[in-house]
């Protein structure tokens, strides 16, 4: 699976949107963009996932820049619980890598 | 409940016993992994079971470690003879095949004394 790269801290105000951006520039054509979370004390968390176009659910939004080299995960109105290490991974669309790997993670911190 | 569901959520040991950890994975979830995690650290991959497929064992650290998933459905993993280097977070999540989204239950904290 291709590597990613991800800003190891970020801080947002509670009530406005959160970005995170990943890095995935070598990234191949049947690899999936992943994204986790891990709240303290907790189990990972799937929050989305996207081949290249842009994704939306009840959690957040992924969008997946053209040459598919990077993405950015949004939250749109963070709150307190939002706060937690968030991990973007990429994966063959086979599943031929079935573990799932999380490299250091964002953590986002939500400020009141 | 909707969620992977694991049990104990806690056990503390003394070093020698045996333990066994459950998982309660997803209904109609057919894949399994059993992952462990030590503080501060990422994801450790122990095993994985498929359907009826025999299960990928290759995470295992050592032969004191075993699973079995019983009925396509409820797994136990088992440690023997615990040692220290033992204690951590041990996770379970399942999905609907191998390549699909993974949901992760809140762990089992294991400590051996």
């Known amino acids: 699976d291709a590597k990613t790269t991800q800003p190891t801290s970020m801080d947002c105000a509670e009530g406005r949107a959160a970005n995170l951006p990943c890095n995935h520039s070598?990234?191949?054509?049947?690899?999936?963009v992943y994204w986790y979370r891990q709240i303290h004390s907790q189990g990972p968390q799937y929050i989305i996932h996207g081949l290249k176009n842009n994704e939306t659910n009840e959690m957040a939004s992924l969008i997946i820049t053209e040459d598919r080299k990077s993405s950015t995960l949004i939250l749109p109105h963070a709150t307190l619980r939002d706060t937690a290490v968030y991990y973007c991974?990429?994966?063959?669309?086979?599943?031929?890598?079935?573990?799932?790997?999380f490299g250091s993670g964002t953590q986002l911190t939500v400020l009141p | 409940g909707a969620g992977v569901s694991q049990s104990p959520s806690n056990k503390v040991t003394e070093k020698g016993k045996d333990v066994e950890l459950r998982c309660d994975p997803i209904?109609?979830?057919?894949?399994l992994y059993w992952y462990r995690q030590s503080l501060g650290q990422g994801l450790e991959f122990l095993i994985y079971?498929?359907?009826?497929?025999?299960?990928?064992k290759s995470g295992l650290p050592s032969d004191r470690f075993s699973a079995e998933r019983t009925g396509g459905s409820v797994s136990t993993l088992t440690i023997q003879r615990t040692q220290q280097e033992d204690s951590a977070v041990y996770l379970c999540a399942s999905s609907w095949a191998g390549a699909q989204p993974q949901h992760f239950g809140d762990g089992t904290r294991l400590s051996i004394l």
């Open positions: 079971f498929q359907g009826n497929s025999a299960p990928d």
């Open positions: 209904s109609g979830h057919t894949a």
């Open positions: 991974i990429v994966r063959g669309v086979d599943g031929s890598a079935r573990q799932l790997t």
């Open positions: 070598t990234i191949s054509g049947n690899e999936y």
